[in-house]
């Protein structure tokens, strides 16, 4: 069972960066590819961003590419997102996932097993 923690969220202005972190508990966090989805008032969830279970392979949405990057730190059961340039359609409450041994369909929200309770991200113009 893996449980996690997202933190990072706040109220930046366009143009400035942020970076989310998403906190595992348990021993097999370097066996789970991890992803960032994001949710938008009155929208659905949307993929922003993966990464494999070694950090070898990333995938990001077609709208964050080049703004955002994940990476992971597996002694630290941690993965970020660092967010720059950010816009005001950014603004969603963003949450990490975690799927176990699987790098196909990262960018799917469903499969993945577990989910964070999700950190607010707001963007003002």
Known sequence: QVQLVESGGGLVQAGDSL???CAASGRAFSY????WFRQAPGKE???????????????????????FTISRDNAKHTVYLQMNSLKPEDTA?????AKYRSVTSLNRALGYDHWGQGTQVTVSS
């Open 93 to 97: 409450v963003y949450y990490c996932a």
């Open 45 to 67: 969830r949307e993929f922003a961003a993966a990464i494999s279970f070694s950090g070898g392979n990333t995938d990001y949405a077609d709208s964050v590419k080049g703004r």
């Open 19 to 21: 970076r989310l972190s």
């Open 32 to 35: 789970y590819s991890m992803g």
